[in-house]
């Protein structure tokens, strides 16, 4: 699903972002030419990394120490992310017409049913206190 996570050689960040910038431009793969290539990035200071996520799924982890890319890969959870969602089939069009009033069917078919399954219980209870 997601590329395995690397560990980095520094703990406190030493790079700036010009330099991470600089470290994933030379990722073929990843199609960076500037920020605007770039969907996000996670800096995660504890294992010395930064992951960059571009616009076109891929994936570097960046060094935080050195600044080098520790590697570069697919990032295929993004993709089964935005079918769970919705996002997938027309965007934020389909989210909330159809996957938001279908959750809430579903919530509320959960609570009547949770009310039916529990109301028999409840009144053989009610009727042996009275006798």
């Keep these: 699903m997601q590329p395995a996570e690397q560990r980095g050689t520094g703990t406190s960040p030493s790079v700036e972002f010009s ?3 600089a470290a994933v431009r030379q990722e073929p793969d990843l199609e960076v030419t500037g920020w605007e290539d770039i969907q996000r990035i996670d800096v995660r200071p504890g294992r010395g990394v930064a ?24 990032r295929r959870s993004d993709w089964i992310e935005s079918i769970h969602d919705g996002s997938f089939f027309a965007g934020d069009a389909s989210k909330l017409g159809v996957f938001l009033p279908s959750g809430i069917v579903l919530l509320a078919m959960w609570f ?20």
Excluded: C
Aim: aromatic share 18%; proline share 2%.
């Design 51 to 74: 992951k960059v996520w571009s616009k076109n799924g891929f994936e570097a982890q960046v060094d935080l120490g050195t600044g080098a890319v520790l590697q570069s890969a697919y």
């Design 19 to 21: 330099q991470i910038l």
């Design 112 to 131: 009547t049913g949770v009310w039916m399954f529990f109301v028999p219980f409840w009144l053989k209870r009610k009727r042996r206190a009275h006798e």
